[in-house]
């Protein structure tokens, strides 16, 4: 019993990441956040956990491709 | 700082700084905010506007204008080229000066400006915005008005804050990306804007050289996110400049994004107008705004400011606005979309052949109109898409 629970995969996530050596901080992920899950405020870019809803838009509608998409699992805390 | 504003305008771009100055020179108290640290950075754009267009609001003034354009040249990917005149004197501006200007006669003309304060969110109060939570140098405030315009541009949200449906489709959404190259004396014409209709370098969207001065001018391209999955437009330009500008300096990177869908149905709520790139108020076909963002600004204060005057912002009496601007752009906006889906449509092949055949045409003797026409003549295939073009007015039936 215990060792079939200790088997079984932890639940990930998908965190949308910037790259801030890519990104020009023009706003278009912004504009296209149907969550309203993405802040600019001059050269800082924050993509809010709660509201993102991995959708991808972002993703695509980044000029740059400055934003991925990674697999996330949650951390165990002890 | 006023306790109070009648008019709170988020985003001072050429639209905002427009409106806010209409409003101010009404009497009525103004507060413009931005929330980038200085007005008119970073640019995002290609920067042509119509000299006389912009008149209206702004005096032509050489420390904006880079470069005054007396034609536009059409190539196609074989190099053929066709020359047209514009429909009135283009200019390239400097936007960082350009926007700095606009702002500069908000303030002049009493509206209150301030930058690096940012719109958190809206207040709303019996399904009507009131108000404006102002995030503005490590302080947040709530600041409330009879009315808001969202003026905050292809990023905004003030507008969706506020239940606006303002999410352009992913599939009318320019990206761009464009370098101001220097090194190019004898490679540009300083009176001439290119643009190059190449569906290998800018799948399904078009690249520009427009020239600010003799050697410098802003290279750039937009495409479709369909077509820039694979392929990032940064790649895509950077091809570009490699074979047509090679040994060039890169002044400036821009990227940016604009929706062609034309203007979104509802432009207004109880309490807010939406003005601009906010509202997608930018040319369907060449996605060109600023002029149109001017004018809807002014279009949107001249309905609004009576209506703050007698206390009465309600959504059924800023309908004006709407209905105005349906009147006048509504129709031609509509049309100018179909042009746009179908030159992205069309192979290379068609339209090397239609560039190929339209520059044999007389073009300084013939409207766009007649060039159209004689196209039509030339091309039976053009027949079936003929509607399209008569719709625009460009071609008579």
Not at chain 2, 79 to 101: A, H, I, M, W, Y
Not at chain 2, 211 to 228: F, H, S, Y
Not at chain 2, 369 to 393: C, R, Y
Request: aromatic residues 6%.
């Amino acid at each position: 019993m215990l060792k079939r629970f200790q088997k079984k995969p932890r639940p990930t996530y998908r965190q949308v990441r910037v790259n801030h050596g890519l990104c020009l901080y023009c706003g278009v992920c912004v504009g296209t956040c149907p969550a309203n899950a993405i802040f600019l405020r001059s050269t800082h870019l924050n993509i809010s956990e709660e509201s993102c809803t991995s959708c991808e838009r972002c993703l695509l509608a980044c000029p740059m491709h400055a934003l991925t998409i990674v697999d996330m699992q949650p951390r165990v805390i002890v | 700082m006023k306790p109070s504003y009648d008019v709170i305008v988020v985003g001072a771009g050429p639209a905002g700084s427009v409106a806010a100055r209409k409003a101010a020179l009404s009497g009525l108290r103004v507060l413009l905010i931005e929330k980038r640290q200085e007005i008119g950075t970073p640019v995002r754009c290609a920067e042509a506007v119509g000299r006389e267009a912009t008149r209206p609001y702004i005096e032509p003034d050489p420390r904006w204008i880079d470069a005054t354009v007396d034609a536009f040249a059409i190539y196609n990917s074989c190099g053929d080229s066709v020359k047209l005149p514009p429909t009135e004197t283009t200019l390239v501006v400097n936007r960082k000066v350009f926007d700095f200007q606009l702002a500069l006669l908000a303030a002049r003309a009493g509206a209150e400006v301030r930058t690096s304060a940012a719109a958190g969110g809206l207040v709303m109060e019996d399904e009507a915005v009131k108000g404006v939570r102002v995030e503005s140098l490590g302080r947040s405030e709530t600041i409330r008005a009879a009315l808001v315009v969202a003026a905050d541009g292809v990023e905004s949200q003030t507008a969706r804050w506020a239940g606006l449906k303002t999410v352009p489709p992913l599939a009318d959404t320019f990206l761009g990306v464009e370098f101001l190259l220097a090194g190019l004396k004898g490679r540009i014409d300083p009176q001439v804007c290119e643009y190059h209709l190449d569906q290998r370098m800018a799948p399904g969207g078009y690249l520009w050289a427009f020239p600010k001065g003799e050697d410098t001018a802003n290279v750039g391209l937009v495409m479709p996110p369909e077509q820039a999955k694979i392929q990032s437009p940064l790649s895509f330009l950077e091809q570009f400049v490699a074979k047509r500008y090679p040994e060039s300096s890169t002044l400036a990177v821009i990227s940016g994004g604009i929706p062609v869908t034309g203007a979104i149905k509802t432009l207004v709520t109880n309490g807010l107008v939406v003005v601009g790139d906010a509202a997608h108020q930018a040319d369907p076909l060449t996605a060109g705004g600023i002029n149109l963002g001017m004018f809807a600004a002014d279009m949107a204060m001249q309905v609004a400011v009576p209506c703050v005057q007698d206390g009465d912002t309600s959504a059924s009496r800023l309908q004006e606005y709407e209905r105005l601007w349906q009147k006048r752009y509504g129709k031609e906006h509509r049309a100018l979309y179909k042009i746009r889906k179908m030159v992205s449509g069309m192979s290379q092949e068609r339209l090397d052949e239609l560039v190929r055949q339209a520059a044999c045409l007389p073009l300084a003797e013939l409207s766009l109109g007649q060039v159209l026409l004689a196209l039509l003549k030339n091309d039976p295939l053009l027949l079936l898409e003929a509607g399209t073009l008569m719709a625009t007015g460009l071609i008579g039936k």
